[in-house]
């Protein structure tokens, strides 16, 4: 990697502050504690936090421009489902950045927490929001049920960004999805068995944007493949590295679930009563 900056000695894992050494398999590294200008240079040297800062941060851009053009905000009905899924898409990335770049804030474990915390409600929202243009599709023809759908996801929601913002491990913060899965598990189960409806092509989709963000979690958790040769993954292909590009490629397949669901709602009529 070019060096464009000069950056400060970094840190081994046994001298990083105690709230930064999570990840006993990255050995070197570390940034030193910084103000949030010192921060943003960060940007532009090598150190283990660089990865995880653009596998997020060059999709947000990507997403932020390039998005917009393949939704199709003057062909559907209701304006706000696009605006939405848009929103789904760009929130887990964006609280993402924020938590890599400044997590060696001189504002100490206080900040670390708020920022850890913000990067568990990005991925709370894209959960949410990303499921709403799902759930309105899926029960498009029982309208009441359909609000009331809604409603109780909102509700697993607030419960899900309160267990992931208090959660201690990677295992409880993975945990804390597990309602809102079993909720849109029961959502495709319902268009495959029941009189749910959607694109014959969007179903496939959404189970593997499901997968992907499951076994990026897991990874996560199981910490491969840093275990196995501590200190060689230190800067580039760790497993929270892996889990942020399995995020990316979930997300893409949100949108393409939610663009054949909406190409597909446009010439569909729910069958008279
Ligand atoms: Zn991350």
Known sequence: MMVLYEGPRLLDFAKAPAH????KYVLTGYRPVSTAEECVRSLFYMHNELGNIYT?????FLFLVLLPFSIPWKEV???????????ACLCPTMGSVLYHLFMNHVGGEHVYDTLLSLDMVGVCLVNTLGAIPIIYITLLCYPSVQQTALLVYILL???????????RTNVRRLRSFVWQALFRFSLFLFRVYGSGVGSPNSLRLFVIMDCLALLGGLVNIVQIPERFKPGLFDNWGNSHQIMHVMVICSIIYLHWGTLEDLAWI???QCPAE
């Open 20 to 23: 930064l050494q999570f990840n």
């Open 266 to 268: 446009k010439s569909y």
């Open 157 to 167: 929601s607030a419960h899900g960004i309160y267990c992931a913002t208090t959660a």
């Open 56 to 60: 997020h941060g060059i999709p947000f």
């Open 77 to 87: 009905d209701s304006i706000w489902i696009c605006v939405v899924h848009y929103l």
